[in-house]
């Protein structure tokens, strides 16, 4: 899938993504015109979204920078645009700085997650009170604790042979 990065042509304050080829029409995001893609000027495309993403906010902000009106009009930002240094798969300078290639955070596991690994790490089996320990070490509260288990219970996923001990099923 292709996008690219236009300009309404209609209030000149909103550059947004579209699909390439995907329809006959958009609406821009600001003023709700009805605009025609086919007659709309593609200042950016590329299969790569995070590309397309920071060109959009690179463009976006020319027009921020004008007061309202973008210099898109401009001849200057034409050269602007073509003059940076160009990177791999047809990233330019000014927009390679604003790609995100931060580490993404890994997702926080759920309370019951985190209960199943521990039980699994010893053999299907635990004391209550060992199990509790090591979930409260890995920040979930007691009565989280408690109801997350009483639910895995419920579920069929646990069951307590005895009652001081708790087993996988």
Do not use: W
């Not at 596991?109 to 979930?135: A, H, Q, Y």
């Amino acid at each position: 899938m292709t996008y690219g990065v236009v300009v309404c042509t209609k209030c000149r304050q909103h550059a947004q993504i579209i699909e390439i080829d995907s329809s006959k029409t958009t609406h821009c995001q600001k003023c709700n015109a009805n605009l025609k893609t086919r007659k709309l000027r593609v200042f950016f495309s590329s299969d790569i979204l995070e590309e397309v993403i920071s060109v959009r906010t690179q463009i976006q902000a020319q027009i921020a920078e004008s007061g309202g009106t973008p210099t898109l009009k401009d001849r200057n930002f034409d050269s602007q645009l073509q003059s940076f240094q160009k990177f791999g798969n047809g990233i330019d300078e000014k927009s390679a700085c604003l790609i995100d290639n931060r580490k993404t955070q890994k997702r926080k596991k759920k309370p019951d997650e985190i209960i199943l690994g521990i039980l699994m790490e010893n053999n299907n089996r635990m004391s209550i009170e060992k199990l509790k320990e090591k979930v409260l070490e890995m920040d979930v509260g007691e009565e989280q604790f408690e109801d997350v288990v009483k639910k895995l219970k419920d579920a069929g996923d646990l069951y307590s042979p005895s009652n001081d001990v708790i087993r996988i099923v």
